[in-house]
């Protein structure tokens, strides 16, 4: 019987968010940067949320409460 390590699973897990949304935070950084040059402050608090949100997503509790790799594996995160 194959035993999965939850703990090393976890953080996997987080990994793999970490580098899905890596490419997100980028194109928000661009987005970001244009709001400022523009003086568009609606547009920086929105697009700060969506970063913030973003790097909360390894946050999500169904990450540590899931007991099986095939829980974890669905876990979706929400961003």
């Not at 090393?8 to 709001?35: H, N, W």
């Amino acid at each position: 019987m194959i035993k999965v390590n939850m703990t090393k699973a976890v953080e996997i897990k987080k990994d793999m968010i970490r580098q899905e949304r890596a490419p997100k935070l980028e194109a928000l950084d661009v987005e970001f940067m244009r709001a400022v040059e523009s003086g568009d402050t609606d547009a920086q608090a929105t697009i700060a949320a969506k970063k913030q949100a973003l790097r909360d997503a390894t946050d999500d509790p169904a990450i540590t409460e899931a007991t099986t790799p095939e829980e974890l594996k669905n876990v979706v995160p929400k961003w």
